[in-house]
């Protein structure tokens, strides 16, 4: 492995980004701490060129926003920012940094467009260059200081086979004419941006087996779930951490009233009985006092009942998409997704030119298949056994009242 150089300090970081505005190509991975904190942040950033690594540290420069030098790299359209997997990355450097992006590229968007059966940056970077990637820092802390050796080598492998990983993909994306749908998808990244981050109220009812409890056990439930987010937030942990589901769940289906009872359930260690055993049982209290009324349901995912027809339309766009996927090596959910599909049915478009404003079909979908979606839709409404005509209804005639006169 290369070496790398550590950049703690703001002088340092500054004269990183004057340098990297004068590459033609960098490669970025970041660190973050949410396995360990419930508000989570950017730990680490490494940043590759062709010569060297550097392993930027925004805790030691005291803030993530002290990062704003690189700032003007990332949103730079003549340097290119190579990422693997960059979906998590941007969204945190956009977060907590404000940061935009031009000319990006994902090594692992590209391997997904290419077919790869495995597309982990390990398993690619075995492939290409027969280098195994250190694995066991996966889980590790990043907000720790001081860093430790393994760690600072894990992080820095990350960045330094990118550069040339990129090049390798593009020069297959470029062989299977499939260059311009990775850019559509690196534009469409680029521009994304996430909403800010809410608690969930009714998160509660997403833990499982929650939806099979009585309203008595599923009032505690409730008032256990805020009880742990609220520690969550205080400890700066994640919730799983501080208590895990099933142990919420099965507090709730016992309702303990004492410490002794509490500790009997699965899960509460007596670092927990001490910490927040009083808190978990006036948690308990609260919920027994209150009642749960009609479990409400979970946010609709906006998906119609199909009729007849589209239901067709679906099964012949599936049919279609299974054997292009197959011409084409792809996963079919790569080539378009399941709810793009659904989308594209209830449209029912006559020309691919409609797949433009279709929800959740990609950018270069249309251009590349719109015509084929079109003819296989086409074929199928042709070829559709005529639907009956309902019966019509007919009138009986009228029953005359009254005798009938004699001759």
């Known amino acids: 492995m290369a070496d790398f150089e550590i950049i703690d300090r703001a002088s340092d970081l500054e004269a990183l980004a004057q340098d990297l505005l004068t590459e033609k190509v960098i490669a970025v991975d970041t660190e973050a701490d949410s396995f360990y904190h419930y508000f989570d942040k950017v730990c680490l950033v490494q940043v590759g060129t062709r010569r060297h690594t550097y392993l930027v540290d925004p805790l030691a420069l005291g803030d993530p926003l002290d990062l704003a030098p690189l700032g003007p790299v990332f949103a730079s359209p003549d340097v290119r920012k190579v990422f693997h997997a960059a979906e998590y990355d941007v969204y945190l450097l956009k977060r907590d940094c404000g940061f935009q992006f031009a000319n990006l590229f994902d090594t692992m968007i590209s391997s997904q467009l290419l077919g790869y059966p495995a597309i982990g940056l390990a398993a690619l970077a075995e492939r290409h260059f027969d280098i195994r990637l250190p694995k066991d820092e996966q889980r590790s802390d990043w907000s720790r200081r001081p860093l430790s050796d393994k760690q600072l080598t894990y992080a820095a492998a990350d960045v330094q086979f990118l550069i040339q990983l990129a090049e390798k993909l593009e020069r297959e994306l470029k062989k299977a004419k499939r260059l311009g749908w990775a850019q559509s998808e690196f534009a469409t990244l680029q521009r994304r941006e996430w909403p800010a981050r809410e608690f969930d109220k009714l998160g509660y009812l997403k833990i499982k087996g929650a939806r099979k409890l009585d309203p008595g056990p599923l009032a505690v439930l409730r008032e256990l779930y805020l009880q742990r987010d609220a520690r969550a937030r205080e400890i700066d942990r994640p ?32 670092l927990i009985l001490r910490r927040m055993g ?86 270069w979908f249309p251009e590349a298949f719109g015509d084929e979606v079109a003819a296989a839709l086409r074929d199928d409404a042709a070829s559709a056994p005529a639907e009956p005509e309902p019966p019509s209804r007919r009138r009986r005639p009228r029953r005359r009242t009254g005798s009938a006169s004699k001759s």
């Open 239 to 270: 919730p799983f951490k501080v208590l895990g589901n099933r142990s919420l769940l099965e507090i709730a289906e016992n309702k303990p009233t004492s410490t002794e009872q509490l500790g009997r359930i699965k899960g509460v260690t007596d």
């Open 278 to 363: 009083r808190d978990i049982l006036g948690a308990v209290k609260r919920g027994r006092k209150k009642t749960h009324g009609p479990i409400p349901k979970l946010e609709s995912s906006g998906r119609r009942r199909m009729d007849r027809a589209t239901e067709r339309r679906l099964a012949a766009l599936k049919k279609w998409r299974t054997r292009r996927a197959e011409e084409l090596s792809l996963d079919p959910g790569v080539l378009c997704a399941n709810s793009a599909l659904e989308a594209i049915a209830w449209r029912n478009p006559a020309a691919g030119s409609e797949l433009g404003d279709v929800e959740g079909v990609k950018d």
